[in-house]
């Protein structure tokens, strides 16, 4: 039983978790994983120019964002130069296929069962993925004129075999995470990554300071801290949807009625980070292919020139588009997620309904409209998010701290799932948690 405290809350709990032998011992066998992916972060690849290494991922806005993902292991080419991505690029791509070929929804269907065949052909699409992902950025690290290996094919393909063992090593320990530790395992390590760079990014920010900026590092801790407060509100988000059920029971011969009442959650922001993910990839595309046939001397500039100089990160061109292309992907994520989960079906078979609405098209057209009016919020906030580092620097006038809006995102949104499932060990164990 729970012992009466003086305590403040948040204090208790988490002096109860260490009293919870089970509960301890998957909290310490998670920062042991994550150890060892930090470990795996600093052993590096040979034959790579540190220093023009350096420089591209300073001027590359979605392999900054990867490198910050991966903790830095991107930028020191390490055997973990790749993190998770190209299992999260699977997984999506998983998502988007389950609803339209009949054999995976088939799988989808058969419960946990089903699940695991569908994780099983997620890992084998990783594979692919990784190395076609691998191959592509030496490719491209390459045409931005920095060194990587040799040209002979042999050792190209033992860095591609290498970079793609170390994603699927990351991948393993990530599912042993989620098995024996706390948490999501892949959103796990994505979140060590990010907060392993905290501390190069307040040098920047200190070392900008000192520069002579102290106001515009201010205004960059207000922004970031309003920007903290809207993410955490618009993960929490939902809109209560409320349905009854009545089922019918036997009792001594006899049929009884019997009703009930709960909600669903419809969630603002449903489509989670994955829009800003598609967004930035669409963005960069024509910027980088610029690359292999602008003038590199900038003495007789062409087409190509211009369409480089306009897709950068820094261009109000740049970032209209993208504000545009996350809203657009956010509707077209949350509707195809929406569609998987077949609510107006499922209300139908459990016997369901939402009070004062028809069960099946009316219900569908109804729970449509909802979704369209709710993920408009989600979609104009994640577009907010996407093009925040743009606007913070202008108003704050630092140039080399930038406010990763996206990483935050990811960062507190792994934060408040590790802590409700937190929350509930302890509220299983009849102890008070962190949540009221």
């Known amino acids: 039983m729970q012992r009466k405290t003086t305590r403040p809350r948040l204090v208790q709990a988490m002096m109860d978790i260490w009293t919870l032998p089970d509960l301890r011992q998957r909290i310490l066998f998670t920062l ?5 992916f930090r470990f795996i972060a600093h052993v590096p690849l040979p034959g790579v120019d540190p220093g023009a290494l350096k420089k591209f991922f300073e001027g590359s806005l979605l392999f900054g964002m990867l490198d910050l993902f991966s903790g830095g292991a991107m930028a020191e080419f390490s055997i973990a130069a790749m993190g998770v ?4 690029t699977a997984s999506i791509i998983m998502q988007l296929l389950v609803p339209v070929i009949p054999s995976l929804q088939a799988l989808s269907e058969q419960g946990e069962l089903g699940q695991q065949k569908i994780n ?3 890992h084998l699409i990783t594979i692919p993925l990784a190395a076609l992902q691998g191959y592509a950025m030496i490719a491209l690290l390459r045409a931005s004129g920095v060194t990587v290996g040799s040209l002979e094919p042999l050792t190209i393909a033992s860095i591609i075999i290498t970079m793609v063992a170390g994603t699927m090593f990351l991948v393993w320990l990530g599912e042993l995470i989620t098995e024996r530790g706390i948490g999501n395992g892949i959103s ?3 979140f060590a990554g990010i907060v392993a760079r905290v501390p190069a990014i ?10 002579g900026r102290p106001g515009g590092l201010i205004a960059y801790i207000i922004l970031a ?3 903290l407060v809207l ?3 618009f993960i929490e988000a939902h809109r209560r949807i409320p349905v009854q059920y009545a089922r019918s029971t036997f009792r001594g011969g006899r049929m009884y009625r019997q009703s009930g009442s709960t909600y669903i959650p419809l969630r603002v922001n449903t489509a989670g980070m994955i829009p800003l993910i598609f967004a930035i990839a669409l963005m960069q595309l024509p910027g980088t292919v610029a690359t292999y046939f602008m003038d590199t001397t900038g003495q007789n500039p062409n087409f190509w020139n211009t369409i480089h100089g306009i897709f950068q990160a820094n261009t109000a061109v740049y970032n209209v588009l993208y504000f545009a292309l996350v809203i657009g992907f956010t509707f077209f994520y949350t509707f195809v997620i929406f569609e998987q989960m077949n609510l107006p079906q499922t209300l139908q078979q459990q016997s369901g309904f939402v009070p004062g609405v028809r069960p ?13 009016r709710i993920t408009f919020g989600g979609a104009l906030f994640l577009a907010i998010v996407a093009i925040m580092p743009f606007v913070a620097q202008k108003i704050t006038n630092v140039s080399a701290l930038t406010i990763q809006s996206t990483a935050l995102l990811i960062a507190v949104g792994v934060a408040l799932d590790t802590m409700k499932q937190l929350e509930a060990q302890l509220t299983m164990r009849r102890y008070e948690g962190f949540l009221k």
Do not use: F, M, S
């Open 32 to 36: 042991g994983i994550l150890v060892v």
């Open 85 to 88: 991505y190209p299992y999260i």
């Open 120 to 122: 099983r052909i997620t």
């Open 188 to 190: 796990i390590i994505i």
């Open 202 to 211: 307040v040098g920047e920010a200190i070392v900008e300071a000192q520069a």
């Open 225 to 227: 801290l309003a920007i």
């Open 231 to 233: 993410i955490v509100i």
């Open 360 to 372: 099946g098209k009316a219900t569908a057209d109804y729970l449509n409209g909802i979704i369209k």
